[in-house]
């Protein structure tokens, strides 16, 4: 069995996940993951929102170490692997920071196509893999 790291946050399992954000009825803002209040203009009417799945690159780097807490993952500094952190630009709504599903600068360019999908993070104690968010070239 699979399960989502963060449930709340994409309708993964379903069979074409979507981020679930919030907009603000108040000013638009779009916010991923969701937030209770506006970060822009602090009001309180913010409701889901189903984001694209499609983005463009804006800026990326590399997660050369084990993040500090709170990091989900289970790697140690001996089984890390780096990956890429890129910033994704998804329509006209909202920026994400998300997990990229490679590092490769040969595989990177800013304004690239990317398209989200969910790579595996670690197996629980149970035998589940959990899956977390990613963006993948296009
Ligand atoms: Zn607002």
Same mark, same amino acid.
């Given at each position: 069995m699979a399960k $989502? *790291? $963060?449930p709340e946050a994409s309708t993964? =399992? $379903?069979t074409n996940p979507q981020l679930i954000g919030s907009r603000c009825g108040s000013c638009s803002a779009v916010t991923w993951p969701k937030q209770g209040r506006c970060p822009r203009c602090s009001g309180p009417d913010m409701t889901d929102r189903l984001l694209p799945t499609q983005g463009t690159l804006v800026a990326w780097t590399t997660q050369g170490f084990v993040p500090k807490l709170p990091y989900a993952g289970k790697e140690t500094a001996d089984t890390f692997e780096p990956f890429g #952190?890129? *910033?994704v630009q998804l329509g006209d709504? #909202? @920026?994400v920071e998300t997990r990229l599903t490679t590092a490769d600068p040969a595989e990177l360019k800013i304004g690239m196509e990317l398209e989200l999908t969910f790579v595996p993070l670690y197996t629980d104690d149970a035998g589940d893999e959990v899956m977390t968010v990613a963006f @993948? =070239? $296009?």
């Open positions: $989502a *790291l $963060a993964w =399992p $379903a #952190v890129g *910033l709504e #909202v @920026r @993948r =070239p $296009a």
